[in-house]
């Protein structure tokens, strides 16, 4: 066992078994280095990357490798979903010096943490032009001890260039009406009309975009923004990407068309997919919508929630095909012959047309991903769900690929705001309760006495690492949900709390622009700050989001002016690069919009105080917040001095400091919260 057999992350506890030597990220390693006049190796992944794993199998578990590594190196390993600050500052040189970046990320450093020579996956032999991790651990080495002042000016030059990126994003005014428009063209050039998404291969799931598009057409009336929505959505939910079978999405597809996907489920992309389909559903009614989103809220309920009432933070793409082999996808593709062992000849025969499985395969040794193929043909509803079950109970006999349990604050308020939101919609109270139950846990376990956050858990256990940005600004994010869905204040109060931290410890007073970590954390070579979107939204555009919903919740002044000034990026960056600022881009809807702010007065148990709750969590105006409880109530401020209307429940709808008539009805309400009335 080596020093990684007490971390909390099941990526480092994976390698505690290895003959490597290694440390976890830690000032010690770096006094080791210094002291025995070694450089770094810096190697970082995460628990259900493919590639972590065949790097491990092939040089960090082979013991000649190790002992190279042990005799010359401080080996570091790094779980980049537990330290995603350390992630982002190393990922932003290999990008910067070898044009792309990815996992397994491997990166050489000197005892001050400065870096000197990249790379990604490295091969055990030499292969397809690239150097054997031996000859690179040789060749660093080799210039480690004889080209040392060589190694320290490329090291200096490196993090000086890093040092010298200030971010510059345009002036501060928050985008508008131009800028919106210009993104919404930006991305109509990048759209594949013919297959849904954007650009080609690998496509990952749009989940930003596609709220931007919901929100520009729900503010607009854009019909093309809609139907670039609807249509990408439908591709992902009918392709390979979405799980036919149990629900949920993988992590990206490997082709254009959605087929092969990379079969790794993420926590964060189900919870965003799963608002995006209850929010398409809201604004379309599109059946398809609803199905995926409720089939991909139980599958975060039934396969990812915790037993403490977290939710873990992914599903690996390997498992044991069977024969002992750990094979990507084994336990999501199926064979014709498969398929006849499970339901017999007729039903198999029936379920390879309704799925696409051939007996040339779509994937890997003449298997199939399963899909929903456009087809003309009319199959039998009833002969479907029974074949449907029983293919989903003999899968649940495959071996079941491995589960990342570490729980991620922002990933559980990803997932506490989609839960939340879908139950209220699908009239499914089990959905809430499950996203109370982590909301719960956050604050039991992840907030300490001062509401600062841990960034991770695991078995009950706190992490020892600080939360970042996006930590403060998902989980505040998914307490408003809860606080528009379940009316109670005290979300909305450790909201605040967190903002509060956002503004304090995040934010560059002179400027607005937000950091990724606490002015007073670890300190490392250059203090990350990226407010582009990638498989998540930023922490600066999500700080932005739940700013300005707060904001809108309170009349909290410093919280609107920090969200205004948070947008100036977007203002920037909006018509140039879209699809990297989907959530900035939605937020500024938002803000274009209001956003708007909903009371509804009425006692809980009143069929018309019901009536109107609903209509106000249905309406598509965007970002707007919702406010519920008696007349009497004094937990949520948007309720002060509202009453009830000839003793009728009643809501109020208000923004820019203007107030609507209330009104008793729903359906007046519906059309005030349509998102196009001026």
Known sequence: MNRLAHETSPYLLQHADNPVDWWPWSAEAFDEARRSNRPVLLSVGYSSCHWCHVMAHESFEDDATAAYLNDHFVSVKVDREERPDVDAVYMEAVQAATGQGGWPMTVFLTPDAEPFYFGTYFPPEPRHGMASFRQVLEGVSGAWTDRRDEVAEVAGKITRDLAERELTFGDSAVPGEEELAGALLGLTRDYDAARGGFGGAPKFPPSMVIEF?????????????LQMAVDTCERMARGGLYDQLGGGFARYSVDREWVIPHFEKMLYDNALLCRVYAHLWRSTGSELARRVALETADFLV????TTEGGFASALDADSDDGTGRHVEGAYYVWTPEQLREVLGDADAELAARYYGVTEEGTFEEGASVLQLPQRDEVFDAGKLASVRERLFAARAGRPAPGRDDKVVAAWNGLAVAALAETGAYFDRPDLVEAAIGAADLLVR????????????????????????????????????????VTGEGVWLEFAGFLLD??????????????????????????????????????????????????????????????????????????????????????????LLDGPREV???????????????RAALLGT?????????????????????????????????????????????????????NGRNA
């Open 213 to 225: 598009l919901l929100r520009h057409h729900a503010r607009t009336g854009s019909e093309g923004a």
């Open 302 to 305: 039934r396969e990812l929630r």
């Open 445 to 484: 376990l992840h907030m300490d006495d001062r509401a600062r956050l841990v960034r991770t858990s695991k078995d009950g256990r706190a992490g020892a690492h600080a939360g970042v940005l996006e930590d403060y600004a998902d989980v505040a994010e998914g307490f408003l949900a809860l606080t528009s």
């Open 501 to 590: 931290h956002v503004l304090a410890q995040f934010t560059d007073d002179e400027s607005g622009a937000l950091y990724d970590t606490a002015a007073d954390a670890e300190r490392l070579i250059r203090r990350p700050q990226d407010p582009t979107d990638n498989a998540t939204p930023s922490g600066w555009s999500a700080a932005a989001g739940a700013l300005l919903s707060y904001a809108a919740q309170t009349g909290a002044e410093p919280h609107r002016t920090a969200a205004e000034r948070a947008l100036g990026v977007v203002k920037a960056l909006g018509p140039r690069a879209p699809r990297f600022i989907g959530w900035g881009l939605a937020v500024a809807e938002a």
């Open 599 to 613: 009371a509804v007065v009425g006692e809980g148990n009143d069929p018309a105080t019901t009536a109107l709750r």
């Open 621 to 673: 105006a965007p970002g707007a917040v919702v406010a519920v409880g008696t007349p009497e109530s004094d937990e949520l401020p948007l309720l002060s001095g509202r009453s009830l209307v000839d003793g009728k429940p009643a809501a109020y709808v208000c923004r820019n400091f203007a107030c609507d008539v209330p009104t008793t009805d729903p359906d007046r309400l519906r059309t005030a919260l």
